[in-house]
């Protein structure tokens, strides 16, 4: 009889595990071993598209994704079986729902952009295991700005009316950002500071799933804390459109909670099985507060900027609470203080608006017109291409 594979261990970064069994059951340690699991189809993909200049590569994916892989006679097979996935869609997908929950949040305007970027993100970079990969690149510190730009274009594109649509943008940058994801992971595997005992693969499943939690889950609290929650409805469909994304990113359909109870089970035991932020989540979460600053070539500039970064750190510090917030260095602004009444007197405005029909479709139309000037004014005259990476940007 052909032997068992034995599961790889999960990393040192998994703790906490006899209270998580206590709570969890099973789930802990299935969980525990998805953290050594990457993204085999897209890996092999990256692996071969690695071996062709780097203008071909590129030139093949935008025509896979435009025309379809049968367009492409010198695909390799890695490719050819990565888009045979791709171009099937789950039977649960629900492109109406999805559209609902898309725009749902679209209509949030700078609401939203908050959620995203003071909640989603920076917890995303408490992770002192998961957020690994982005320190090895030294991305982010690089370039704070330019990243939330292109985050916030992803966001935006998988958010609007079919945009998740085989020939859509927001497909095309899912499946782009996916490749890219295969390449870091090849590069980080490679690089001789990979501690993988530690760590596990790099952006393993456990991390991937935890991303589209952030995008979603943490979005949809984020904006109740705001007062501008999204209705009931809303929120199952914003959670439907992101297991979708999950899918085309390479999240095993296991970890894609198929209702708001299912995902906010996920997300506790997730983050109650991992350690509190370390200086790499500090350095990551300051880069994106203060990039303005260190980029402002005037005085006049980096005043207006430490001013931004000021309200910056207290917004978020209110979004993912004190704790947190201490354990990233943040300082304690006082006029924090006066965010929960704001917010409650948003909540009741924004319900009052909702409560009109035309307000309503007004106040949705502004706050996806907001999306489109920050999207816009981010990006500046360089369009995101989401390129696969050529290199590290740093060596450990």
Same mark, same amino acid.
């Given at each position: ?138 991305r982010l510190r690089e370039n704070a ?54 760590w596990g693969t790099p952006i393993n ?48 359909? =296991?970890?894609?909670? @198929? &209702?708001?109870? !299912?995902? +906010? ?5 997730? $983050?109650?099985?991992?350690?509190? *932020? ?81 307000? =309503?479709?007004?106040? @949705? &139309?502004?706050? !996806?017109? +907001? ?5 816009? $004014?981010?990006?500046?005259?360089? *369009? ?13």
């Open positions: 009889m052909p032997s068992r594979a034995v599961p790889s261990p999960p990393p040192t970064r998994f703790v906490h595990l006899d209270e998580a069994r206590s709570r969890f059951g099973a789930q802990v340690d299935r969980l525990g071993t998805l953290f050594t699991v990457g993204d085999p189809l897209a890996d092999q993909a990256a692996a071969a598209l690695a071996s062709l200049p780097r203008a071909e590569r590129e030139a093949l994916v935008a025509s896979a994704l435009a025309e379809g892989i049968d367009a492409c006679p010198k695909a390799p097979e890695p490719l050819r079986a990565l888009f045979a996935t791709l171009d099937h869609t789950p039977f649960w997908v629900d492109t109406k729902r999805a559209a609902r929950g898309g725009r749902a949040f679209l209509a949030t305007g700078i609401a939203g952009g908050f959620a995203l970027a003071f909640a989603s993100l920076v917890l995303g970079y408490c992770s002192p295991a998961g957020n690994k990969p982005l320190a090895f690149s030294g700005p330019r990243r939330l730009a292109e985050t916030s274009r992803f966001v935006q594109a998988v958010s609007l009316p079919g945009g998740m649509g085989r020939f859509a943008d927001g497909f095309a940058i899912a499946v782009r950002v996916r490749l890219m994801h295969a390449q870091v992971r090849r590069m980080c595997l490679a690089a001789p500071g990979w501690d993988r005992g530690a499943q456990v991390d991937m799933a935890g991303t589209v939690l952030l995008f979603s889950l943490i979005v949809i609290d984020g904006l109740a804390k705001l007062g501008f929650p999204l209705r009931a409805n809303g929120s199952e469909d914003l959670l439907h459109l992101w297991r979708h994304v999950g899918v085309v990113l390479g999240v095993a359909e =296991e970890l894609l909670p @198929a &209702s708001e109870r !299912e995902a +906010r089970r996920l997300w506790d035991l997730i $983050a109650s099985t991992q350690e509190g *932020p370390d200086a790499d989540a500090r350095a990551l979460a300051s880069a994106l507060i203060e990039g303005g600053v260190q980029r402002a070539t005037t005085p006049e500039g980096r005043q207006e900027a430490s001013r931004r970064a000021a309200i910056g750190y207290g917004l978020s510090r209110y979004l993912i609470g004190h704790e947190v917030a201490d354990a990233l260095g943040y300082p304690r602004p006082t006029w924090s203080v006066a965010l929960p009444a704001l917010s409650a007197a948003l909540r009741a405005i924004v319900g009052a608006v909702r409560r009109v029909g035309p307000l =309503e479709d007004w106040l @949705a &139309s502004v706050g !996806e017109r +907001r999306w489109e000037a920050v999207v816009t $004014a981010g990006l500046g005259a360089t *369009p995101a291409t989401f390129a696969i990476p050529e290199s590290l940007a740093v060596s450990r």
